[in-house]
């Protein structure tokens, strides 16, 4: 009887185990991912992107990375919805990441460590900004609710935040699109499922001390592709329809190839983004990528860049008119930091998904259409169909600095900058370090944009893309942004710079005013708005946001 007994348990085991089912869940609706983000710059008050919601966002990073506007460390959290797994027939546990090409990640290879996050961190939550404040959402500075993280900012501080051992680790490479995997052991999995408070989720970053260009991209689970997040299972579920849902994101959509909008645009845009998809002799995109540049044009404008970004600096520009004629020295400096923000939402969405994004090369552009598109030479019989950064080049604007060149530039710069209004003897000493310094930078950068433009110049002669080509789009695209980061007396290291020295705020203000009132020009940005709402797709199930100007009676030329 007992053996009868044993061998009916044997069987009933075994037939269990044949009815396990491979669970894979990346659903959106399943998946909680957001990048926290560190400002390297801030100031006071404004913290950027320390303080702002990215999880909405299809693309996220981690490691430390450059952009024109700032530099920053990234790491990355993730929580899947576990429900309706049988925790009794559990067998392997696979965590799955899409890794893609990128030209924004200078070293070739970087570690990536995967960490559990602590059930003291279990309330965090993604949140639906894509490079926004949301206070009830997670940020760098905040879990969730003005509420600190348990131990550190940005969920850092091991054995507190995330557990102090690592669960694995798997190696990033720049050249390769593809899916890093991690092995999770059955008994967290068992233990979230039993006990969901303690589901605090997965912690992705790199190394503590990483250096720059040590920056690793991944596709987040609203990415268009579908190649957001896995959890692989072998297992079983008790119940589908007790699974429920945990996220309220939706994975964005790219329009129709037979979109009405997008069509148009194809036949009637004349700006250098229709031409290139229309190109059939130098960059011959895809049917399929050819959508991009319209992407790029329209959708990415008018939904990103012209609410959030471009209708603030306009009627910033608007009211600095009148801060300056009344000589407001406060309203002025508020305003011009304020500037900072908009330019902090352009950017990112830049990085993220724009044609200098890092992972534009994993499928839309190969390095050699994308050193064609920034680097060529060409000229066509229509017009000028030069590379977009070659103009700096040939124009000597890159060149390689000598010694003696150098020291010449930082005199030049050092002089001009003492000769702003408001900035005293005193004030120059506190700063005169720092100006050096970032003069410094700035120029070491230019050498390494040109040194790589030189290298792509050959390699686009000989028409391969290879490892090289590779390497020098990355030195260049990402050196590019450095060298601006550091030159731009409106970016954040310079500003300050003006501001600690006692420059004059009207003065600030009304400079920028002179310098970019044809950029930010209410017209110009009203028009562009309308291009956007002409050739708006109806297949992309994406709405345009209103455009709210304030009144520009005050404003003058």
């Not at 602590?118 to 760098?140: H, I, L, T, V």
């Not at 991944?218 to 896995?230: C, L, N, R, V």
């Amino acid at each position: 009887m007992n053996c009868k007994l044993a061998a009916i348990a044997m069987f009933t085991l075994i037939a269990s185990y044949l009815k396990a089912e491979t669970i894979v869940i990346s659903n959106v609706k399943d998946v909680e991912d957001v990048a926290l983000y560190k400002s390297k710059e801030t100031w006071g008050s404004y913290t950027y992107w320390s303080g702002w919601n990215f999880g909405k966002s299809q693309v996220l990073d981690i490691g430390y990375a450059t952009s024109v506007w700032n530099e920053y460390y990234g790491a990355l959290l993730i929580r899947f919805n576990v429900k309706g797994i049988d925790p009794r027939k559990i067998g392997t546990v696979k965590f799955r990441v899409y890794k893609p090409k990128c030209i924004t990640q200078i070293t070739q290879q970087i570690p990536v460590y995967l960490y559990e996050i602590n059930a003291a961190n279990a309330d965090w939550r993604e949140g639906q900004m894509e490079s926004q404040p949301q206070k009830e959402s997670s940020s760098w500075q905040y879990k969730i609710n003005g509420k600190p993280w348990a131990g550190a900012e940005g969920c850092s501080k091991a054995g507190v935040d995330y557990a102090a051992t690592s669960i694995g680790t798997a190696i990033a490479d720049r050249e390769k699109g593809e899916w890093l995997e991690f092995e999770l052991p059955a008994k967290l999995l068992q233990r979230w499922i039993e006990h969901p408070e303690t589901n605090a989720g997965l912690l992705l970053k790199t190394k503590e001390d990483v250096s720059f260009g040590e920056h690793v991209q991944f596709f987040s689970s609203e990415h268009y592709s579908g190649k957001g997040p896995q959890l692989v299972v072998d297992g079983a579920l008790i119940s589908q329809a007790s699974r429920g849902a945990i996220s309220s994101n939706k994975r964005y959509q790219l329009p129709a190839l037979n979109d009405p909008g997008y069509q148009r645009w194809l036949k009637e845009e004349t700006f250098r983004y229709a031409d290139w998809s229309r190109d059939s002799v130098n960059l011959q995109l895809s049917e399929k990528n050819k959508i991009f540049p319209y992407l790029w044009d329209v959708m990415i404008d008018g939904e990103f860049i012209i609410p959030y970004s471009y209708v603030t600096l306009t009627n910033n520009m608007t009211m600095l008119n009148k801060y300056v004629a009344d000589h407001d020295a406060e309203a002025c400096k508020r305003v011009m930091m304020e500037n900072q923000t908009a330019w902090h939402i352009w950017e990112y969405v830049k990085e993220q998904n724009w044609y200098e994004a890092g992972n534009v090369v994993d499928d839309i552009f190969t390095p050699y259409q994308m050193a064609f598109l920034f680097a060529n030479r060409i000229k066509k019989k229509n017009g000028d169909y030069s590379g977009i950064w070659s103009v700096y080049d040939r124009n000597g604007n890159w060149d390689r600095k000598t010694p003696e060149t150098l020291e010449k530039i930082v005199k030049a710069q050092v002089e001009k900058f003492t000769s702003m209004s408001g900035i005293t003897a005193a004030g120059f000493k506190k700063v005169e370090s720092r100006l050096r310094n970032y003069i410094l930078l700035e120029n070491q950068a230019m050498d390494s944009v040109k040194t790589a433009l030189d290298e792509i110049y050959k390699l686009l002669d000989a028409g391969k893309d290879s490892h090289a080509l590779f390497d020098a789009m990355c030195r260049m695209g990402v050196y590019h942004d450095r060298m601006l980061f550091f030159q731009s007396i409106f970016g954040l290291p310079r500003l300050k710079l003006r501001y600690e020295a006692g420059g004059d705020p009207v003065e600030i203000a009304s400079s920028w005013v002179k310098l970019k009132y044809g950029e930010y020009r209410m017209d110009r940005i009203q028009k562009r708005a309308e291009v956007c709402e002409h050739y708006w797709p109806t297949t992309a199930g994406i709405i345009m946001p209103p455009i709210k100007f304030i009144n520009v009676s005050t404003q003058s030329k």
